[in-house]
């Protein structure tokens, strides 16, 4: 049941990366054999909350790629600046 939960959550969104979150070994066994994404929580978190933390993580990887962005582009016309003043 948990393979084809999570084979859903992929098919709903291919996009996106779609984790199993829980605490336990078992499921993360399962999850393993069948290839799916998986997350050992701790038993005291709650699903909302490991969700939560995934939706945060993916934000942040999502910011400093856009960060990166920005720092190559105003690298780019820094030097454009500089060779603009030159001429």
Same mark, same amino acid.
């Given at each position: 049941?948990?393979?084809?939960?999570?084979?859903?959550?992929?098919?709903?969104?291919?996009?996106?990366?779609?984790?199993?979150?829980?605490?336990?070994?078992?499921?993360?066994?399962?999850?393993?054999?069948?290839?799916?994404?998986?997350?050992?929580?701790?038993?005291?978190?709650?699903?909302?909350?490991?969700?939560?933390?995934?939706?945060?993580?993916?934000?942040?990887?999502?910011?400093?790629?856009?960060?990166?962005?920005? /720092?190559?582009?105003?690298?780019?016309?820094?030097?454009?600046?500089?060779? /603009?003043?030159?001429?």
């Amino acid at each position: 049941m948990v393979i084809h939960t999570w084979e859903r959550g992929v098919e709903a969104a291919p996009s996106e990366n779609v984790f199993v979150a829980t605490d336990s070994d078992e499921i993360m066994d399962v999850c393993a054999k069948y290839g799916a994404q998986a997350v050992m929580t701790d038993a005291g978190v709650s699903s909302e909350m490991a969700e939560r933390m995934k939706a945060l993580e993916r934000e942040n990887r999502e910011l400093r790629q856009a960060n990166e962005i920005l /720092r190559k582009a105003s690298a780019y016309f820094a030097m454009a600046e500089l060779d /603009r003043r030159s001429k």
